[in-house]
């Protein structure tokens, strides 16, 4: 292995250094990678340059890419977008300011991304931070008597990044995109269970009463955002930051809307979640 690995903190995350993601990258040093993004849930490589066909051919190492859903950054590189507040940049945007909630990626859909890159372009003077909590130590530190009550349970995720974790039917738009997952999933390469769901987009336990959901969600949501549980990444130009959605949820910090901040995303598709 020629690259070198340091622990981000006690919750979860590696730095990883001494490696140049803009070459191609030969089968075993992919193969040392994939483990330790998956042994360490997310992974940080700092001071990369990198265009948009590098970090689409670092992510093609771990998957098949997503494409972007409307119009692409450019026409030759259909899988990425940009994350940002500019404006007037030619180039397709999406979740341009302000602060968001912990989520996981696409759960509001049958299969949910494996796992996404975004690399800082341009960073805010203060704020705009992502945060990243561990959502298998949020499930192993859960009491047995949760962990009984939440065994085979499935939960309704509904695309709202209004965040309102306590939609009913009747105020559910049946056309916006949603989905209904496991509260527990089993990752499909480490086999460790980890939660899924978020604050964000987890409205209701299925065949529980509102009530019952509820309460019962906000114990999962607290042990998912347990300050324990949580590392929070410091953005610095040339970071290419990479989570694994199967087992970390993230949330941005508030900056200021004047503050300029851009994040070029890449997402890898996944497969549908399994408890």
């Not at 990425?80 to 500019?86: A, C, Q, S």
Request: include cysteine.
């Amino acid at each position: 292995m020629d690259f070198q690995v340091t622990k981000l903190s006690d919750a979860l995350g590696a730095a990883i250094t001494g490696i140049d993601l803009s070459r191609e990258l030969d089968a075993a040093t992919i193969a040392a990678l994939r483990k330790t993004w998956c042994d360490n849930v997310i992974v940080v490589f700092p001071g990369q340059k990198l265009s948009e066909a590098d970090q689409e051919r670092f992510c093609r190492y771990f998957g098949e890419l997503q494409p972007v859903r409307s119009a692409a950054l450019d026409a030759n590189h259909p899988h990425t977008l940009l994350i940002t507040n500019v404006k007037n940049t030619g180039m397709e945007t999406a979740l341009e300011d302000g602060e968001m909630q912990f989520h996981y990626d696409q759960c509001y859909y049958e299969r949910p991304c494996d796992g996404s890159t975004l690399y800082a372009m341009e960073v805010p003077k203060s704020g705009g931070d992502t945060q990243f909590a561990n959502c298998y130590t949020a499930y192993e530190k859960l009491s047995d008597d949760i962990k009984a009550r939440i065994e085979g349970a499935m939960a309704l995720n509904y695309y709202d990044y209004g965040g309102n974790p306590t939609l009913r039917p009747d105020t559910i738009k049946p056309d916006a995109p949603q989905w209904v997952h496991p509260v527990v999933r089993t990752h499909n390469e480490t086999g460790r269970k980890a939660l899924f769901v978020n604050r964000l987009m987890t409205i209701r336990i299925e065949g529980m009463d509102p009530a019952e959901s509820d309460e019962l969600l906000e114990i999962l949501f607290a042990a998912v955002e347990a300050p324990e549980n949580i590392y929070e990444h410091h953005w610095k130009l040339d970071d290419l930051m990479m989570w694994d959605n199967r087992s970390s949820v993230h949330a941005r910090t508030y900056f200021e809307p004047d503050d300029r901040r851009m994040m070029r995303r890449v997402t890898i598709k996944g497969g549908e979640p399994v408890a």
